[in-house]
């Protein structure tokens, strides 16, 4: 039997104990992998050992895949109407409700993001998540299309089968949410890993599914290292489809392992280099409060960061002293010190990777105007908020995602050359443009590739509207009814009421 990890809290924000299941998900139960191995759950704050949780292997995905299918038969898919899917994750969402600060103290243990973030939007958002699409569960359906008078033509959605899923670890409660609610909500059955860095909210989450009452088999959850779980879900002639949160090049990989088993159905939201686009008519105290939460937000480790900050130059001088106030403002520490804002890199390997970035960024020539260096411990993972000047478009640091807080600021002259500059980039998920011409807001936002455009705000989510990139952004679509799209099969039904052949 897996073992049970116990944690007792003493913060100034959060006091009380909390348990954690520690075992593979599967069937229902919390189990051993079959190798009986174990992977180590790194405090990123301290570098310590926080637990030991189950190492999954190709075999355990084997096993769930055998449940999932079963289960996907007879006890959800078309089997169960979508009002009974509904409720039962509406009831996991309750339950989550009243658990929200021990599932917020968990995923600011292991992730690193502030408590006061997690509690008061992540896990909030989460629960709205799995709210939202238990309210989508008995309203996915198909449409009555006029042929002739002879026959009768209708569409079924129907659920696809049998999901694989991998996300990644730096918001993992919330990627967590957003992958299972609309796959289940649809009728699939899902087995999903966590990332192995930050599996903790996950594990937590699936007691709270014991609780709920779902079917064995519906969700299963492995825990495991990429280039085994992740290639068996990614590769497994007998899942149906495949989604995943990531890296663009994991991406590929996934998206090849996919074509060359079973041509699975695949969704890939991934990278981004966002531009944040200033233009002179802009409240500049309102664009750099944004910019900071655009960039800093979660260490600067979210896809859609907004870290190339387009400034026009009337106004490129007051908002770069007034970013650099604001960003030397930030708490930089414990995720449970009471005013912290900005967390520790998820791990040494991100650290040293963002590091190297800002080096790169130095011998390139371009100008350090703020931090560029850890922050503390020079042994911990906590990087100042850097802010680079003086670049040039070819730079590592305008063109690839760093994943830490790490902004370019870069002066322009007009609108044909900010769009311009902002759309060089192999990426496409999101933008943001601060004016008050509400003409060049449209202008502007309609001319660049991406999936999302902000005006006058920045990293505005909703579950009911749709997530995902441009070009090497990914393929497909998250929240709202574009999300569940991903999850059916559309199936075309030709009837012949008259029964003879014209």
């Known amino acids: 039997m ?5 944690h007792h809290f003493d913060t100034p924000l959060y006091k009380g104990k909390v348990s954690v299941q520690t075992g593979l998900f599967i069937n229902g139960d919390f189990v051993d992998g079959t190798n009986r191995t174990t992977i180590d759950v790194i405090n990123p704050s301290t570098g310590k050992i926080i637990t030991q949780v189950s190492e999954g292997t190709a075999k355990d995905v084997d096993i769930a ?9 007879t006890a959800w898919g078309l089997k169960v109407p979508g009002s009974a899917r509904g409720q039962l994750l509406y009831k996991l969402a309750t339950l989550m409700e009243e658990c929200l600060d021990e599932i917020a103290a968990i995923e600011a243990l292991d992730n690193g993001t502030a408590f006061g973030v997690v509690k008061g939007w992540v896990v909030p958002f989460s629960i709205g998540l799995i709210k939202y ?3 989508w569960a008995d309203k996915i359906s198909g449409q009555v299309i006029e042929t002739d008078e002879g026959r009768l033509t209708y569409t079924r959605h129907e659920p696809i089968g049998v999901v694989g899923q991998i996300i990644p ?4 409660l919330l990627m967590f949410a957003m992958k299972i609610a ?4 649809a009728g699939n059955t899902v087995i999903i890993k966590p990332s192995e860095v ?3 909210s996950a594990l937590r989450v699936c007691s709270l599914v014991q609780e709920a009452g779902f079917p064995p088999g519906v969700l299963n959850v492995i825990i495991g290292y990429g280039n085994t779980v992740g290639s068996a879900i990614s590769s497994h002639m007998n899942i149906d489809k495949i989604a995943f949160t990531g890296s663009t090049l994991t991406g590929r990989k996934i998206m090849e392992a996919a074509s060359k088993s079973n041509l699975k159905n695949i969704t890939l939201e ?4 966002s531009p944040n686009i200033i233009f002179n008519d802009a409240d500049v105290d309102q664009a750099v409060n944004w910019a900071c939460h655009g960039i800093f937000f979660a260490q600067g480790q979210i896809c859609f960061a907004g870290s190339r900050i387009y400034v026009q130059s009337k106004i490129y001088d007051e908002f770069l002293a007034k970013f650099t106030v604001r960003s030397k403002a930030h708490k930089i520490g414990d995720p449970f010190g009471a005013d912290s804002y900005q967390g520790p890199q998820i791990s040494s390997t991100q650290t040293e990777r963002v590091m190297r970035y800002i080096k790169s960024g130095v011998d390139q020539g371009a100008t350090v105007h703020l931090g560029g260096q850890r922050h503390g411990e020079q042994d911990g993972n906590f990087i100042a908020p850097t802010i680079f000047t003086d670049t040039t478009p070819n730079m590592k640091i305008v063109q690839e995602e760093i994943f830490g807080p790490v902004s370019v600021v870069i002066k322009f002259e007009d609108q044909e050359d900010v769009i311009r500059q902002a759309n060089d980039t192999i990426y496409g998920l999101a933008a943001a443009v ?3 011409n509400i003409s060049q807001a449209f202008e502007v936002g309609h001319a660049l590739k991406a999936g999302t455009v902000w005006v006058n705000c920045y990293n505005e989510v909703s579950a009911a509207v749709p997530f995902g990139g441009f070009k090497q952004s990914g393929i497909g679509r998250e929240y709202g009814s574009y999300a569940l799209e991903h999850y059916v099969n559309v199936k075309a039904m030709h009837i012949n009421i008259k029964h003879k052949m014209n």
């Open 2 to 6: 897996p073992a049970m990890f116990f």
């Open 65 to 73: 895949v055998e449940v999932a299918r079963n289960a996907f038969n």
């Open 133 to 135: 699409y238990a309210g």
């Open 169 to 172: 670890w730096n918001a993992p």
């Open 182 to 185: 609309p796959a289940l909500a």
């Open 198 to 200: 930050t599996p903790l």
């Open 270 to 273: 991934l990278g981004g280099k």
């Open 434 to 436: 601060f004016t008050q």
